[in-house]
């Protein structure tokens, strides 16, 4: 039994929704591993086909770690509704490495067209009236779920809101599979149903599982899972819940650039001093016959027969070409981040190492719009993650961390510079354009609850500042001061 039959069997799972995508996630992951059949290839040498293995910039690992990195970085800010929830949520963060969890899932993504993060809770007690559970001890994890072990049950244009997820777990040297299946139950909350199999070479035996480790009501609509993938249209197949990677659509481009720098790699070889030789010059003869030249040389070339005996051996050499070749590569790396959303001029080879634009790009380049676009998906992504993890950990956890009014603020430092924006936003507050409720929101990424509780805290203590230094009392007596004058003025009159 396959684990695609069981979910067919028991959860109504059609398996032709990953069946249209595998064939081109097959070519996705291998770009992305920087392997596939298109860097294996032969060349003749006149006698026999020698096997080459092309080199690879491994472009498409890194336009998916690039654009990891732009959208979320330690940059980043997750701002919860009050300061007791922001110090809890910072605390948790820091247990479960979040930060870093989120980005493997923008780059992995970008790479494989789709990702999913689940979150579960572990070491529950249940306690002896078998009613109530102890949580005093729990745990919460998040794990990352690559396109393979995703089994998506029910979704709409905008989510996926039932899923399976795989898992493979080695105990003694034995393979099993484990299967999670996130399910709205007739109350709408989400029950995890658990199923545990041994594997043997694929095939899939179920273990019976007692009760309470077998289902777990959530007691909540929260959903404990998340789908990451990028906001790009999915021209390779319709009415799918599955994404497209940053390349989807620029496989030839990826080739083209391999191309050149296989060139260029292979240049110095090639230009070698390049011998051809008449068949009859491979061997000789001194009682066996023996190997003139190695058999896998690419730099010798066997000729036909039918050469003079004038031609026996003719050599050629030729210039090295690479500043022209470094120059078409430079061409074909334009064209490849041109198609992946960078704009023009992101990559450069200088002939030793490929390096990055970094200069700050203006508000409307290809860079800043494509950055927004996906933005909007990944925000509701990372939304439901920190959304399943606060929950989890607040109902069966020792937190209890407010996500009401949670802010996602991504970096626009590479777009804009913070400095100029501020001091914008700073004179936008002094001529009355905008708060310094709304300035503080938009700087520093804080809900407004908390910008209002920060700016009343600041005038607090600089209210405690002036009484400190006796500035409500010189402010009075001057007060008095004038008020006497003026009457001694009147009284003169």
């Known amino acids: 039994m396959t684990l695609e039959k069981f979910l067919k069997d028991n959860y109504d799972y059609n398996p032709e929704i990953k069946s249209q995508v595998n064939s081109y996630y097959d070519v996705w992951k291998g770009w992305y591993q920087g392997d596939t059949k298109f860097h294996h290839y032969y060349i003749y040498n006149g006698n026999s086909n020698i096997k080459q293995q092309r080199y690879t910039m491994n472009m498409a690992k890194q336009i998916s770690e690039d654009w990891s ?3 979320w970085s330690e940059k980043c800010k997750i701002s919860m509704a009050n300061d007791q929830s922001q110090q809890q949520f910072d605390e948790l963060t820091n247990k479960l490495n979040l930060y870093s969890t ?3 899932l923008l780059e992995k993504s970008g790479a494989l067209g789709t990702e999913a993060s689940v979150t579960s809770v572990y070491d529950i007690i249940q306690n002896d009236d078998a009613m109530t559970l102890d949580v005093s001890e729990a745990k919460t994890r998040v794990d990352i779920v690559d396109f393979d072990w995703i089994f998506p049950l029910t979704w709409n244009n905008k989510e996926v809101i039932e899923c399976a997820f795989g898992s493979v777990e080695y105990i003694k040297g034995q393979r099993y599979v484990v299967l999670s299946v996130h399910k709205l139950n007739t109350q709408n909350n989400y029950v995890i149903i658990n199923h545990l199999f041994r594997d043997s070479n694929g095939n899939l035996t179920e273990i019976k599982m007692d009760d309470t480790t077998r289902e777990f009501d959530t007691k909540s609509n929260v959903k404990w899972f998340s789908i990451f993938k990028p906001l790009l249209t999915n021209n390779l197949f319709s009415n799918s819940p599955f994404g ?4 989807a659509n620029a496989i030839n481009n990826l080739m083209s650039v391999d191309i050149c720098f296989d060139a260029i790699k292979n240049e110095i070889n090639d230009g070698r001093k390049r011998t051809y030789v008449r068949a ?5 003869d001194d009682g ?3 190997l003139v030249f190695d058999p896998n040389d690419t730099t010798v070339y066997r000729l036909p027969n039918g050469a003079t005996k004038d031609d026996l051996i003719q050599t050629d050499s030729d210039i090295l070409r690479t500043d022209s070749q470094i120059g078409a590569l430079n061409t074909e790396l334009n064209l490849l981040g041109n198609q992946v959303g960078f704009g023009e001029n992101h990559y450069h080879f200088d002939g030793t190492n490929l390096s990055t634009a970094t200069a700050v790009v203006s508000s409307n380049s290809k860079l800043f719009r494509r950055k927004k676009k996906l933005e909007i998906g990944y925000e509701s992504a990372i939304r439901d993650l920190i959304n399943s993890v606060c929950y989890a950990s607040s109902t069966f956890g020792q937190y209890n961390i407010d996500t009401k009014d949670m802010v996602i603020q991504f970096d626009d430092s590479i777009i804009e510079d913070k400095e100029a924006e501020s001091a914008r936003a700073k004179g936008e507050v002094t001529i009355g354009l905008i708060s310094k409720v709304e300035y503080r929101m938009k700087i520093f990424g804080e809900s407004e609850e908390i910008a209002k ?3 009343a805290d600041i005038q607090k203590e ?4 002036q009484d400190i230094l006796g500035l409500d009392n010189e402010n009075n007596q001057d007060n008095n001061n004038s008020n006497n004058n003026q ?3 009147e009284n003169n009159k």
């Open 69 to 71: 990195d732009i959208l």
């Open 102 to 104: 989120i980005n493997q």
């Open 244 to 247: 497209i990677p940053h390349f």
């Open 280 to 284: 009859d010059m491979f061997n000789y």
């Open 288 to 290: 066996q016959q023996k």
């Open 453 to 455: 509780q920060k700016i």
């Open 462 to 465: 600089t209210l405690n500042i």
């Open 487 to 489: 009457n001694n003025k």
